[in-house]
């Protein structure tokens, strides 16, 4: 009883805090996944090779924040807003994206 007490202590106030808002709430996730007008910091770019090198290039670094502009009837491609530019990607790049919303 006592181990599943501390462990719920743990849970609430002990979590890492988001690097953009300093929230314990934010969880990472796909760009896949984020809605339309939905905004999200880059956290983390998984792909690596040619993909990966491609996917920087374009300005999705960690620490970017971009907005979801728009989506394609089909849901691919996306339109990204980052840096003051539109920027589409197919879905099959943006599970290579790692973000943090809030």
Same mark, same amino acid.
Do not use: W
């Given at each position: /009883?006592?181990?599943?007490? =501390?462990?719920? =202590?743990?849970?609430?106030? /002990?979590?890492? !805090? ?15 996944? &984020? %809605? !339309?007008?939905? !905004?999200? #910091? ?15 290039? /374009?300005?999705? =670094?960690?620490? #970017?924040?971009?907005?979801? #502009?728009?989506?394609?009837?089909? !849901?691919?491609? =996306? %339109? &990204?807003?980052? /840096? ?14 790692? #973000?943090?919303?809030?």
């Amino acid at each position: /009883m006592l181990a599943a007490g =501390v462990y719920t =202590v743990y849970r609430l106030f /002990m979590r890492p !805090k988001c690097g953009s808002c300093g929230s314990q709430t934010c969880a990472p996730a796909s760009l896949r996944t &984020l %809605a !339309k007008g939905q !905004k999200a #910091v880059i956290a983390a770019i998984t792909a690596e090779g040619e993909m990966g090198r491609r996917i920087r290039d /374009m300005g999705l =670094v960690p620490g #970017v924040e971009i907005q979801v #502009v728009g989506r394609a009837p089909l !849901k691919d491609p =996306v %339109a &990204l807003r980052l /840096m003051g530019f539109t920027l589409t990607l197919r879905n099959r790049e943006a599970d290579f994206i790692t #973000v943090r919303f809030c």
